[in-house]
């Protein structure tokens, strides 16, 4: 889709669910697009709900693509199946970029980033009277 790269793609997609008063919404659109809209969208004043980065999962959901083996999975290497499975397009997503990932995350985890995206998240929250 373009989206990681295309600003304004990504801010029609914000636009599309501002003001309506969603509980979930599923963004199925693979990493990192999924990941910058949700981003934007707990940004936006008028986006309410909660933003599920589904990816993939989709995939498996419907069949179109086959889960590890429940040995593998048990041990917890899915990734490494799924690595096997498409090399070209996941290895350096699992490899190179997923710890990285994890470093920033513990590195917001110790200064609190996360904190405030959470109240802004129970705030948004409204349960059905």
């Not at 936006?44 to 693509?65: I, M, P, S």
């Not at 041990?75 to 920033?104: N, S």
């Amino acid at each position: 889709m373009g989206l990681a790269h295309d600003e304004d793609a990504r801010n029609c997609v914000v636009m599309r669910v501002a003001g309506e008063r969603y509980r979930y919404i599923f963004l199925a659109v693979g990493s990192p697009q999924q990941e910058m809209i949700a981003a934007e969208m707990m940004d936006a004043e008028t986006v309410t709900g909660t933003a599920l980065c589904v990816g993939g999962g989709l995939d498996y959901v419907t069949g179109h693509k086959r889960r590890a083996p429940l040995i593998v999975q048990r041990v917890g290497l899915e990734f490494v199946w799924r690595i096997a499975e498409d090399p070209r397009r996941l290895w350096r997503r699992y490899l190179q970029d997923g710890p990285a990932i994890l470093i920033i995350a513990f590195k917001w985890a110790l200064a609190g980033k996360s904190d405030g995206h959470q109240s802004r998240a129970r705030s948004n929250h409204r349960t059905r009277d």
